[in-house]
């Protein structure tokens, strides 16, 4: 009778860890927060390089025919304004 039950704990335990890894992948994305004339990219962790984090920027202030420049960071972001 054991083996039914050991059956049905290691698939919720399976259940549990998929959806954790799906859940927390989302928590560790980076944030953009701005406007025509700035942007800040939060939400960064250690392994997120500088280059990732410029080329987010950049990307952002490109919709608005800027490229970005950067002016702060502080613990988990990065600040820049968009210029012409």
């Known amino acids: 009778m054991k083996y039914p039950q050991t059956l049905l704990v290691i698939g919720l335990a399976t259940m549990a860890l998929t959806s ?5 992948s989302k928590m560790f994305k980076p944030s953009l927060v701005g406007n ?7 939400n960064l962790w250690k392994w997120v390089s500088y280059d990732e984090v410029l080329s987010l920027a950049d990307k952002h202030c490109s919709k ?12 988990g972001s ?5 210029i012409k």
Do not use: L, M, N, Q
């Open 20 to 24: 954790c890894g799906t859940s927390t």
């Open 36 to 42: 025509e004339r700035s942007v800040r990219v939060g």
């Open 64 to 75: 608005y025919g800027r490229i970005a420049r950067k002016v702060d960071s502080s613990k």
């Open 78 to 82: 990065v600040s820049f304004d968009c």
